[in-house]
């Protein structure tokens, strides 16, 4: 990736996703914008396998953003540039590098934005209990999976942390320019969409904090704080509709002389 370095205002957002554990009929759960796991896995509850034709649920005003300007603008990437994302392959399960172009994808069909694989990258976000990157270390998507034992804050019920830095310059609206993602191995998650805890559906909540979206309190919803074995493994009406709202406006055509 190219590095931009540049003097800016910036603001570190981090998020992450959680399983919510159930113990005697009561529910707790630790909050730092993650998602957690949540409840123990009911083996009589079918899990909730991907059908890209099944309909969306929930409803579409269903979504937050993380920031949002005096203006009513939220936090988002230019949307007139491409995204370079890159991932971490020593970390990387088996099976996950085609995962992780699928997330994307399909966050490209919903939104019109362009996502650019930019090769590998040793970054682990939060390693040794470190913070975000910094931006001159190119902007773009970081994409990695760890474990406790590394990255500190994924410890206890934490499946995935994703997070961004936003600048106000040059332009004064918040322009997202470095997002990380880092998926917990240490967690019992299924391979690709097949169910509410799998890799694929910890990807695209992590995802959907790169790109802007906050937590919304409504279970129907991928961006739901606490991830379940028959929860959603992929983007809902209201998460999509949060995720288009992140690219209105789109990137304006050329002028013609």
């Not at 919510?20 to 123990?40: I, L, P």
């Not at 998507?141 to 961004?164: Q, W």
């Not at 600048?167 to 004064?172: D, E, G, K």
């Not at 906050?214 to 809902?236: E, K, V």
Request: proline share 9%.
């Amino acid at each position: 990736m190219q590095v931009r370095r540049r003097a800016r205002l910036l603001l570190r957002v981090l998020f992450d996703i959680r399983v919510e554990q159930v113990v005697a009929g009561e529910t707790s759960a630790r909050y730092q914008g993650s998602v957690n796991w949540k409840g123990v896995p009911d083996p009589t509850a079918a899990p909730a396998h991907y059908n890209p034709d099944a309909p969306l649920t929930g409803d579409a005003a269903s979504h937050a953003f993380v920031s949002v300007d005096a203006a009513g603008t939220p936090a988002h990437w230019d949307p007139c540039t491409p995204i370079p994302y890159c991932v971490n392959t020593a970390t990387l399960p088996d099976g996950a590098a085609a995962t992780v172009a699928e997330v994307f994808a399909r966050v490209s069909a919903i939104t019109g934005a362009t996502f650019v694989a930019g090769g590998e990258t040793a970054l682990i976000a939060g390693a040794g209990g470190a913070s975000l990157p910094a931006p001159d270390r190119g902007e773009g998507i970081y994409v990695a999976f760890s474990d406790p034992t590394i990255v500190p804050d994924l410890a206890g019920t934490v499946l995935g942390l994703g997070g961004h830095y936003f600048s106000s310059w040059p332009s004064a609206d918040m322009r997202i320019i470095v997002g990380t993602i880092v998926v917990d191995t240490s967690d019992p998650l299924a391979p690709g969409f097949t169910s509410g805890l799998s890799i694929g559906g910890v990807l695209e909540h992590e995802l959907g904090h790169v790109l802007g979206l906050a937590h919304i309190d409504d279970p129907t919803q991928l961006m739901y704080p606490h991830a379940r074995p028959t929860g959603p493994s992929t983007f809902q009406a209201g998460d999509r509709a949060g995720l288009v709202a992140l690219q209105a406006g789109g990137c304006p055509a050329p002028a013609v002389s």
